[in-house]
């Protein structure tokens, strides 16, 4: 084949793969556990939208508001009863465009079937995924427009759910009808929703039928990823931060989604099923559902490991292991995956549990380990980006709770906090895709 020949094949071939559709995943929000053992911010008063935990969800429909990372033609969603004790029944499951609180932009709601059915009953400790459904607002590919707009995902618990598997922290108002008030998905206004929670329920993972060559960047670990700290409702955890500028700098050639789990750990609970934490199971524990079993993932980063010095005083040796493991785990799972380490920002002289001496010996070491290990395709410092090397705190300006208000628990960074983060980050290092296979 002659030199000309071969650039119009390989041509063809680049412009067949940019107009090639795939699934990516375009939300996330961890399941963790069993309401309500978590650790929400600022949640209201549940007491007359779920008044028994064990008994959960009752006739009733919840209103879930999220933001996808980016909008396709096609939508899927994922319902998890990872930590239920019964089988649950939904139906009436509907997403569409948020206008305001619970309601919807008219036209925009959708109704979504599973196997082509209008039900699905989920088993205790499984995960169903939805048909795709069409999104007739969607008119474009990086409709500019649609950047920040939020999706509305409802659906209807038939009878009792038993234990609500949640994510705690959504740090995002969403809507619940009261028990015994039926399906309501179906409806655009917001009328049949009056009580709000700051969590999420039942929904862990919303897909976007994408272009071929987008790259998932998965970010993964505990309260700092979770975004504890930062502002309600303003989506600038450090990962949303990143996402934005991946956005300005790529379009949409890279998606983030977060991962995040406040309180958890990377090597324990040992035996979570048996004494459930607010953290959720160990990282190590969440591998496959969180990471290998998402559409399109191409990178992760990984920040944790403070939970395992402050709540367990676990080694350096112990934290290291895991992450040793976790990493062979992915290689293992997801080919030519690049996985990136985060170091851990300072929590000296924060929680009484976080900031002793001894953690913070712990953190500097398990940070050396970090930054000079192999194992790793990059290294993001973000604790020399927060770090006040006079005090050996983070930076005083990091440090006032943007969430709630207050001085802060210098553990957590605040919005200036994981803005500070976020831009540290040498995105050369972060947006790079896969490496091809190796030619035989």
Same mark, same amino acid.
């Given at each position: =084949?002659?030199? !000309? ?5 390989? +041509? ?6 940019? /107009? ?13 556990? &069993? *309401?309500?053992?978590? @650790? ?24 879930? !508001?999220?933001?996808? #990372? ?18 649950? +029944? ?21 109704? +979504? ?42 659906? /209807? ?49 919303? $897909? =976007? ?16 990823? $979770? ?7 303003? $989506?600038?955890?450090?990962? #949303? ?5 991946? /956005?300005?700098?790529? @379009? #949409? ?10 309180? @958890? ?12 934490? &607010? ?27 403070? @939970? ?14 895991? *992450? ?41 070491? +398990? ?7 192999? !194992? ?20 005083? =300006? *990091? ?18 906090? *994981? ?14 895709? &896969? ?6």
């Amino acid at each position: =084949m002659t030199r !000309i020949a071969l650039l119009l094949a390989a +041509l063809v071939a680049f412009a067949s793969s940019a /107009h090639a559709q795939q699934w990516v995943a375009s939300w996330t929000g961890a399941a963790q556990g &069993p *309401y309500p053992i978590g @650790n929400p911010t600022a949640q209201p008063e549940l007491k007359f939208a779920l008044p028994s935990a064990e008994q959960g969800a009752n006739d009733q429909t919840f209103r879930l !508001i999220l933001r996808p #990372d980016v909008w396709g033609p096609q939508a899927r969603i994922r319902l998890s009863n990872a930590f239920g004790k019964k089988p649950v +029944l939904f139906d009436g499951v509907h997403v569409g465009l948020q206008e305001s609180g619970s309601a919807i932009v008219p036209g925009t709601n959708k109704p +979504l079937q599973f196997g082509g059915r209008n039900s699905v009953t989920v088993a205790p400790g499984e995960s169903v995924v939805s048909d795709p459904v069409a999104l007739s607002f969607v008119k474009t590919a990086n409709d500019p427009m649609l950047r920040g707009r939020k999706l509305a995902v409802s659906f /209807h618990v038939v009878g009792e759910s038993g234990p609500l598997t949640w994510h705690a922290k959504a740090l995002q108002t969403s809507y619940i009808s009261p028990p015994g008030s039926g399906a309501k998905g179906q409806e655009d206004g917001e009328s049949s929703f009056p009580f709000s929670t700051a969590s999420w329920f039942f929904l862990d993972e919303v $897909d =976007m039928q994408v272009a071929a060559l987008t790259r998932v960047v998965v970010c993964f670990g505990d309260s700092i990823t $979770d975004g504890t700290g930062t502002t309600i409702n303003g $989506d600038d955890r450090w990962p #949303d931060v990143l996402s934005r500028r991946l /956005h300005a700098a790529y @379009n #949409d050639s890279f998606v983030v989604v977060n991962q995040g789990i406040g309180g @958890n750990q990377v090597a324990g609970p040992a035996d979570y099923a048996a004494k459930p934490i &607010p953290g959720g199971p160990s990282a190590l524990d969440q591998l496959d559902r969180d990471i290998v079993s998402l559409p399109g993932v191409g990178t992760v980063v990984w920040l944790e490991g403070i @939970n395992d010095f402050g709540a367990a005083d676990a080694t350096v040796e112990t934290v290291i292991e895991g *992450y040793k493991k976790g990493v062979a785990h992915l290689r293992g799972k997801i080919p030519r995956v690049r996985i990136l380490a985060a170091t851990l920002t300072s929590a000296l002289n924060s929680t009484p549990t976080h900031g002793r001496p001894e953690v913070e010996a712990k953190r500097k070491a +398990l940070n050396e380990f970090l930054r000079t290990s192999k !194992i790793f395709d990059g290294v993001i410092d973000f604790d020399a980006a927060t770090l006040d090397s006079a005090t050996g705190e983070i930076k005083p =300006m *990091y440090q006032p709770n943007s969430s709630v208000g207050g001085p802060g628990d210098k553990l957590h960074p605040n919005r200036a906090g *994981y803005a500070a983060m976020a831009n540290a980050i040498d995105l050369a290092v972060v947006a790079v895709p &896969p490496a091809p296979p190796p030619r035989k």
